[in-house]
Antibody, heavy 122, light 108 residues
Framework: EVQLVESGGGLVQPGGSLRLSCAASGFTFSSYAMTWVRQAPGEGLEWVSS????????YYADSVKGRFTVSRDNSKNTLYLQMNSLRAEDTAMYYC???????????????WGQGTLVTVSS | EIVLTQSPGTLSLSPGERATLSCRAS???????LAWYQQKRGQAPRLLIYGASSRATGIPDRFSGSGSGTDFTLTISRLEPEDFAIYYCQQYVSSPFTFGPGTKVDIK
């Protein structure tokens, strides 16, 4: 059974940093692209970042580019999101999602975790 | 950046009725790289449709997707009580892989 469990969320002051983790199990982690999607309270979904299976290619939303870094440790079956220079508008539930796999990569979220809440406030 | 517009914002229907949701892109979504998700309150999104018209594993056949270019449609043929939720489209032809603002399907 595919499982994705996010952790690392919490309350942080503006300008601070957090590192989110997404622990994966039930599939060959190194074979799948992974994606972070966030959802501010009462708002819609916002794609944040994706990373290809090998980790060599990454993608970012303009709103987080230069502040967030996505990475993965395939030996630990874990996806990360390093978030620096946090702003109030980064307050959201952060979900990790697994891609569909296959010969061509895709940021589509086939399986999702339950999310971890990040609150940026003084 | 490809901007997705979804209409209507809210769709009020009764169980058993047909729901037709629209997603329009600001530029062509080539190769039909468009997905649809369902999200219920307090839950993570669930993938319904990818490639504009392919149902994800385990999705009932009352859900269907169609369209190409800039105009896409999600149809729910007969609404079941569990289908009342918010539906989002997402394009994945080019980064940033944007979502639409969502359509809420609620009970009339």
């Amino acid at each position: 059974e595919v499982q994705l469990v996010e952790s690392g969320g919490g309350l942080v002051q503006p300008g601070g940093s957090l590192r989110l983790s997404c622990a994966a199990s039930g599939f060959t982690f190194s074979s799948y692209a992974m994606t972070w999607v966030r959802q501010a309270p009462g708002e819609g979904l916002e794609w944040v970042s994706s990373i290809r299976d090998s980790g060599g290619i990454t993608y970012y939303a303009d709103s987080v580019k230069g502040r967030f870094t996505v990475s993965r440790d395939n030996s630990k079956n874990t996806l990360y999101l390093q978030m620096n220079s946090l702003r109030a508008e980064d307050t959201a539930m952060y979900y990790c999602a697994r891609g569909p796999g296959g010969s061509s990569w895709s940021p589509v979220g086939v399986y999702w975790g339950q999310g971890t809440l990040v609150t940026v406030s003084s | 950046e490809i901007v997705l517009t979804q209409s209507p914002g809210t769709l009020s229907l009764s169980p058993g009725e047909r729901a037709t949701l629209s997603c329009r892109a600001s530029q062509s979504v080539s190769s039909s790289y468009l997905a649809w998700y369902q999200q219920k309150r307090g839950q993570a999104p669930r993938l319904l449709i990818y490639g504009a018209s392919s149902r994800a594993t385990g999705i009932p056949d009352r859900f269907s997707g169609s369209g190409s270019g800039t105009d896409f449609t999600l149809t729910i043929s007969r609404l079941e009580p569990e289908d009342f939720a918010i539906y989002y489209c997402q394009q994945y032809v080019s980064s940033p892989f944007t979502f639409g603002p969502g359509t809420k399907v609620d009970i009339k």
